[in-house]
């Protein structure tokens, strides 16, 4: 089992479509895949179940696990048949989730302890779609993954945000997960055709290498589309941007 935590601490920058589109692509290599929504706005959600979720969500998932109730993990997944995929919803109550595991005497590590359960093993890939903030909620996400996908825009400020991301990531690893790899970077929501987008996909690569996926996402309407029809990019047919996505877990596989 793969733990990948997509995480970028600025809005709007593609998580969630990276997360879902990533997930849809994985399911259909045939590998199973689990979603976990982490995220208040519980965007994921609303495209794989519908709005007005109200059964047992990820917030429900950490308080059990704080307050030692035991975790019935069967009773907060849910199965989306359009992706072929499971996913823990999220709802808006999430945003309480902070507070919660604050007051768990090791507070940084309550989603490790989750995933520690059997049923995960289960799992080929496990991919947690984080809120755009660095705070406690998403360090217990660092804590519990093998590794980091950040999703950046081709742009200055996104840029600039990766080096106070990346010195999150280096204190999780020193303080409370070491095994956790900085898996790389997928420039998302990107306007190639513009100067300033080309530049920016010059200045990533040559600061972080090989660590910036060839496969880059445009932006594109294909994404409102989807998420209007409460369906990934991958289930629209002729869409180039699901064939983006399946290239980016193709090469996602090859790393191992």
């Known amino acids: 089992m793969k733990i990948i935590s997509i995480v970028n601490q600025k809005g709007g920058c593609g998580k969630t479509t990276t997360t879902l589109s990533l997930g849809a692509a994985l399911a259909e290599r ?3 895949v689990l979603i976990v929504d982490l995220d208040q706005q519980h965007n994921a959600t609303d495209t794989l179940y519908g709005r007005d979720y109200n ?3 990820t917030v429900d998932m950490i308080y059990f696990a704080t307050r030692q109730i035991h975790l019935q993990v069967e009773d907060f ?10 996913y823990i919803p999220a709802v808006s109550g999430l945003s309480t989730a902070p507070s919660i595991l604050a007051n768990d005497q090791d507070s940084g590590t309550v989603l490790a302890r989750i995933f520690r359960h059997p049923y995960f093993t289960k799992y080929d890939y496990v991919l947690l779609d984080n809120k755009p903030s660095l705070d406690l909620l998403v360090v217990n996400a660092l804590a519990a993954s093998n590794e980091v996908l950040v999703p950046v825009e081709p742009e200055d400020y996104s840029i600039n945000g990766l080096t106070e991301l990346r010195e999150t990531i280096r204190r999780v690893q020193d303080s409370l997960n070491p095994g956790l790899e900085f898996n790389g970077i997928v420039i998302s929501r990107a306007a190639m055709v513009r100067s300033e987008a080309q530049k920016a996909e010059q200045l990533l690569r040559q600061e972080y290498g090989s660590l910036v996926y060839k496969t880059i996402i445009p932006n594109r309407a294909d994404v409102a589309n989807a998420k209007r029809a409460g369906v990934t990019v991958l289930q629209q047919r002729g869409s180039d941007l699901g064939n983006r996505f399946r290239a980016l877990a193709a090469e996602i596989v090859s790393r191992g």
């Open 30 to 32: 045939g590998f199973r």
């Open 55 to 57: 059964g047992y969500s």
């Open 77 to 86: 997944i849910r199965y989306s048949d359009r992706e072929k995929l499971d």
